[in-house]
């Protein structure tokens, strides 16, 4: 168990539809990541918080967004859902700005998402 | 991020040692050598990293070679447990910033451990 928490663990839903995914760190780690994997891409960074600030974009789509909120849990949020967002969605927290030493990330369980 | 090189796949025997190999031969050198893995779509797992010494813990060792240009991950008694797709990552670790924190996966290295 690495200590980071993710809701629901399975989310099946139509095209065309919002949801949200859940992820709580571990106690005392700062920094929250979201990554996508899926059958043809793989694991990909989406998008990384810290201490409820924005730091890192990577491969996040426009129709989807995240926030970090005071007591350091995050939200993914998917809308306009197509059949190609069907993927595992992992949290991973980690301690965040560590200045200069290593930061190992953490990984929830992961949110599996299908698109229908 | 340097890019890393991994073979598809390996097998080895349980209770004998797995060495998964892993090419960067671009790799900087303010760089680290990260080891993860994921057993069939559970989320990912820290295994170690490391500079440029050797670096030992209770999961496994990894060896990096004097130029950096490779290293291998190695588990001394595989068990059936350890079956997963191991990923080789090289990044630069820590200061402020964002970019420098999120890891690159590639395809990683299935590792099947037979009984």
């Known amino acids: 168990d690495s200590g980071v928490t993710q809701t629901p663990k399975h989310l099946i839903t139509a095209t065309g539809q919002r949801v949200t995914l859940r992820c709580s760190p571990r106690?005392?780690?700062?920094?929250v990541y979201w990554y996508q994997q899926s059958l043809d891409q793989g694991l990909q960074f989406l998008i990384q918080?810290?201490?409820?600030?924005?730091?890192a974009k990577g491969n996040i789509l426009e129709r989807f967004s995240a926030q970090q909120f005071p007591d350091l849990h995050s939200e993914l949020n998917l809308s306009s859902l197509e059949l190609g967002d069907s993927a595992l969605y992992f949290c991973?927290?980690?301690?965040?700005?560590?200045?200069?030493?290593?930061?190992?990330?953490?990984f929830g369980p992961g949110t599996r998402l299908t698109v229908t | 991020d340097a890019k890393t090189t991994q073979p598809p796949s390996m097998d080895c025997a349980e209770g004998r040692a797995a060495n998964l190999p892993c090419n960067h031969s671009t790799i900087s050198g303010n760089e680290y050598v990260y080891w993860y893995r994921q057993i069939h779509s559970q989320g990912p797992q820290y295994i170690i990293h490391?500079?440029?010494n050797n670096e030992t813990n209770e999961m496994a060792s990894l060896i990096i070679t004097e130029d950096r240009k490779s290293s291998t991950l190695i588990l001394p008694h595989a068990t059936l447990r350890d079956t997963a797709v191991y990923y080789c990552?090289?990044?630069?670790?820590?200061?402020?910033?964002?970019?420098?924190?999120?890891?690159?996966f590639g395809k990683g290295t299935l590792l099947t451990v037979n009984p």
């Open positions: 991973a927290s980690s301690v965040g700005e560590t200045g200069g030493f290593p930061d190992e990330q953490y």
């Open positions: 918080y810290y201490n409820g600030e924005e730091r």
């Open positions: 990552i090289v990044r630069v670790a820590g200061g402020s910033g964002g970019s420098n924190y999120k890891l690159t």
């Open positions: 106690s005392g780690d700062l920094s």
């Open positions: 490391g500079l440029k």
